[in-house]
């Protein structure tokens, strides 16, 4: 049991570059997310997914997309990458509402130069 | 503008005395409160959650104090040991709508217990 896995781990992008970051979990959770942390930003929600088949935005999508691919996978995507998109992106998964425990992901790393 | 805010960025204590982290919020449909807890290069992991029906949760070492009236709420790790050394994130949800599938963080407060 993997729980909630990332890749990659570690990620540098020319500015103008896309990139798609994977996101699965295996605890036949409904609910997916994706989270940006930046230094003295706490964690700020890009976009997710409730439930397989919807996505909704979160406080900052704006020059993010992503796709349920199914119940398992959620993953986010850099069309163009900015410099302002270096950060540490982390995907979490809920069985069902946010009262309950919410699994992040360990992580992915990434440096837009 | 903030929803949760987490005033102090670091706090250092020493191992074995009581650690009290502090946690603000100004949004008053906010309903339901968690910490939850992350060491380098690692996601958060939950800690302790607790509902704006109550004003107490305790679990072993781990303590949150609701008050409502004050839109306040504290975790207490007593007593503190080296490895509670982590960043300590505040969030909390809504009853309805959007709010009661997202959760807003505040932006952490980092704990060194020194032994």
């Known amino acids: 049991n993997a729980g909630v896995t990332q890749t990659p781990k570690f990620q540098v992008l020319k500015t103008g570059q896309s990139m798609t970051l994977q996101c699965a979990q295996d605890?036949?959770?409904?609910?997916m997310y994706w989270y940006r942390q930046d230094p003295g930003m706490g964690l700020r929600l890009i976009y997710y997914?409730?439930?397989?088949?919807?996505?909704d935005k979160g406080e900052v999508p704006n020059g993010y997309n992503v796709s349920r691919l199914n119940k398992r996978e959620f993953s986010l995507r850099l069309e163009s990458a900015a410099p302002s998109q270096t950060s540490v992106y982390f995907c979490?998964?809920?069985?069902?509402?946010?009262?309950?425990?919410?699994?992040f992901g360990p992580g992915t790393r990434l440096l837009v130069l | 503008d903030q929803q949760v805010k987490q005033n102090s960025p670091s706090l250092s204590v020493q191992e074995g005395r009581i650690s009290i982290l502090n946690c603000d919020y100004t949004n008053s449909m906010f309903d339901y409160f968690l910490w939850y807890k992350k060491y380098p290069a690692e996601g958060p992991t939950f800690l302790i959650s607790i509902s704006s029906i109550k004003d107490k949760n305790e679990d072993g070492r781990f303590t949150v104090f609701l008050n409502k009236s004050a839109k306040h709420l504290s975790l207490h790790i007593v007593p503190s040991q080296p490895g509670d050394s982590a960043v300590y994130f505040c969030?909390?949800?809504?009853?309805?709508?959007?709010?009661?599938?997202?959760?807003?963080f505040g932006k952490g407060t980092k704990l060194s217990v020194i032994p």
């Open positions: 997914s409730a439930s397989e088949g919807t996505t």
């Open positions: 969030a909390a949800s809504g009853n309805s709508g959007a709010g009661s599938y997202q959760l807003t």
């Open positions: 605890m036949n959770h409904n609910s």
């Open positions: 979490a998964s809920i069985w069902g509402g946010v009262r309950e425990t919410q699994y």
